[in-house]
């Protein structure tokens, strides 16, 4: 049998310095970043976001983590999808690997943790993905309103009416998360449709020029078609293609 819970946690905190109070928060990804780090001493901790909040982020620590098993010839399935969800049994199973792996391969060097990730913040969410907690907020909520609009007792009300604006409580912070989950959702979207615009402007530009001298260059009409590709079921929105383009 693998370490419990609070024993993992226990050489987490100390090993990388950290103050991790869930199994969970390892769905960042940082962590296991950074016990791969005190292994080889060659993960590139400047670019792991150690205090990452959205998912996206999570995902990027992921590739970072999946690059240093490549390089290591380490083969190791990193199931991210299952990860990234932060949920409590798969990171343990992951984390107790990890474990086993830090005891096989680790070298008994000196390592600082703190100096490899540049004092880089390391506050994850105590609480991560809440999205299954909701359901169960949602309906102690309107438990507590049908009790409320029932029989009023003529005392011990007061006790009994915390329940439901606790349960708001925590739906408003549910939604401020996912609220700011979303926008940075959106703004790596722009981010990323900007930089394909670019290229498809510029693989445009590049074919009228070679049109117009009579050449043509097969890994331009290439790129521009992986550009214009989309997938079975996809429809492009009405208005948002230009007359020129062609599929």
């Known amino acids: 049998m693998g370490e419990s819970r609070t024993e993992l946690l226990a050489w ?3 090993l990388l310095q950290i103050n991790y109070t869930k199994v969970e928060q390892c769905g960042t990804g940082g962590a296991y970043c950074q016990i791969m780090d005190s292994i080889f001493g060659d993960v590139p901790m400047a670019r792991v976001k150690m205090n990452a909040k959205h998912e996206y982020e999570f995902i990027a620590n ?3 983590l999946q690059n240093t098993f490549r390089q290591h010839k380490i083969e190791k399935p990193i199931p991210v999808e ?3 969800k932060c949920k409590m049994q798969d990171n343990l199973e992951f984390l107790q690997w990890s474990k086993r792996f830090w005891d096989t391969n680790y070298g008994g060097q000196g390592y600082d943790p703190v100096a490899r990730r540049r004092g880089a913040p390391t506050d ?4 991560i993905a ?13 438990a507590g309103g049908s009790r409320a609009g029932g029989r009023t007792p003529l005392g011990g009300h007061r006790s009994g009416s915390t329940q439901p604006n606790e349960a708001v409580q925590n739906l408003q912070a549910q939604l401020r998360e996912m609220n700011v989950h979303l926008e ?9 449709f900007a930089k394909l615009r670019d290229i498809e402007i510029l693989v445009q530009q590049q074919l009228e020029v070679l049109q117009a001298e009579d050449k043509d260059d097969p890994v331009l009409r290439d790129i ?5 590709s989309t997938e079975e079921g996809f429809e492009v929105p009405e208005g948002t293609v230009d007359e020129e383009e062609t599929f």
């Open 62 to 64: 992921f590739k970072i």
């Open 12 to 14: 987490l905190n100390d």
């Open 224 to 228: 521009q078609k992986i550009l214009y």
């Open 184 to 192: 940075g959702l959106e703004k790596e979207r722009d981010f990323y």
């Open 82 to 84: 299952k990860l990234v």
């Open 130 to 142: 809440p999205l299954a907690p909701s359901r169960g907020s949602a309906s102690n909520l309107h």
């Open 124 to 127: 994850t969410p105590a609480t």
